[in-house]
């Protein structure tokens, strides 16, 4: 049997429990609309298996799925609102600095405290 992936064993806690906050929502938008998991996952295009793991929260369901199903549900445009350059407050913060096209990795990263957490 081949070992999990490392991905997997490093997502945290509290971004494991987003995903299932968002799956849970999923199904929750699902059971309004009085549909089964085999009507949705019919009508995104995908296995109801992999409905089951999205509704779980499992973090092995490649993205593009998840992203069948906001469409389904109309919310697909608000992905467009993720990752706004005008949201990245440490990239403003780096602004000063000259973008290079090549970025190679240091012995020890940046870091921001922006003292929302």
């Given at each position: ?25 999923f199904r ?90």
């Open positions: 049997m081949p070992s999990a992936s490392p991905v997997y064993e490093t997502l945290t806690s509290r971004n494991q429990l987003r995903l299932q906050e968002l799956g849970e929502r929750l938008a699902r059971q309004r609309r009085q549909w089964t998991q085999k009507d949705l996952a019919a009508k995104a295009g995908i296995s109801e298996g992999t409905l089951k793991k999205i509704e779980a929260g499992n973090p092995r369901v490649p993205v593009g799925f998840w992203l069948q199903l906001m469409d389904v549900f109309g919310i697909a445009d608000e992905i467009e609102l993720l990752a706004l350059p005008e949201n990245d407050r440490v990239g403003a913060a780096m602004d000063d600095r000259p973008i290079r096209q090549r970025v190679r990795s240091r012995t020890a990263p940046i870091e921001f405290d922006l003292g929302d957490d």
